[in-house]
């Protein structure tokens, strides 16, 4: 996807949030579960991938990419996907879904789990950088997701990944710092990181973790020849952080507009039409098809 169709499809898809597109007649859709930890966002898109309609909801059910609120997840779910259903006119019946690189097999499991105990089936299990690169569509260079609670990377050659890193640090540890720099509550916090008078007041005081967050990068990009990086995830709208990561990393940065939503859209992307018989989910490889199931 060339850099400006990924953002009208990413502008398109935060405009989902509140605008409905009607569901033409015997459409199949395609729809895309982000269970993130500090929201849940759950995309629809028509099977030419364009955003139909959008939900998310704030929630802290996952914890570095592992869910440890398994009822709270699924009543989260159950909310979005009812939500979306009224608002679309059709229900929706599969998904796709994603975790941080290196999750492990029974970890995905989990997200599984919670997207069919709220009635959806799962079509597809891939992680959150190379179902960002959906939306990107990076051939050579690195992408990197920076979440609630984790910063994920995956270098692509030829499209394909070749290598792939999760690490527990990411928009929570932001949202730390100014809770006790500010002496508030997090809910404060994370209100404050979107409040658009306090950019610089929470870009001077999250400078080091954003800067600790490139330097971790840097140590799994060294040697491994990537010319171009991708910042994509919530904690990605942090007003500044792709220079940041310039500066570390010595090659070119980019930050997408929209970046909290290329994750989702990517994930609805690589919803699978045709319901495969069984599937497996191998860290940092879509597939949708295999003799094993998770």
């Given amino acids: 996807m060339q850099v400006g169709q990924a953002s009208r499809a990413l502008a398109a898809a935060m405009a989902a949030l509140d605008q409905t597109t009607p569901v033409p007649s015997g459409a199949r859709l395609k729809c895309g579960v982000d269970l993130g930890t500090a929201s849940m966002v759950v995309v629809v898109l028509d099977e030419n991938d364009s955003p139909l309609a959008c939900a998310m909801e704030p929630c802290q059910v996952a914890r570095d990419g592992l869910v440890v609120d398994y009822l709270g997840a699924i009543d989260v779910l159950r909310r979005l996907r009812e939500q979306l259903e009224q608002r679309l006119g059709v229900p929706l019946e599969t998904a796709a879904i ?10 995905a499991g989990t997200h599984r789990h919670v997207v069919e105990a709220a009635d959806m089936e799962v079509t597809a299990v891939l992680d959150e950088p190379t179902a960002a690169n959906s939306v990107l569509g990076l051939v050579d260079g690195a992408v990197v997701d920076i979440g609630g609670g984790t910063t994920g990377l995956s270098v692509f050659k030829g499209g394909q990944v070749v290598y792939s890193a999760d690490e527990p640090t990411g928009g929570v540890h932001m949202s730390l710092v100014l809770m006790g720099r500010n002496h508030i ?77 290329v994750t989702p859209l990517g994930i609805a992307m690589n919803c699978v039409l045709e319901e495969p018989d069984e599937y497996a989910y191998v860290p940092s490889k879509r597939v949708t098809r295999s003799d094993e199931t998770c």
């Fill in 185 to 261: 509550s997090f809910e404060q916090a994370e209100a404050m990181k979107v409040d658009p008078s306090r950019r610089a007041d929470v870009r001077a005081a999250v400078r080091p973790v954003a800067e600790k967050m490139a330097t971790i990068v840097a140590g799994h990009l060294a040697g491994r020849s990537v010319d171009e990086v991708w910042l994509v995830g919530g904690a990605v709208g942090l007003d500044g952080i792709e220079d940041i990561f310039a500066d570390r990393l010595g090659v070119a940065v980019h930050k997408p507009p929209d970046p909290m939503m």
């Fill in 98 to 107: 994603a975790v941080p690189p290196g999750t492990s097999i029974a970890n």
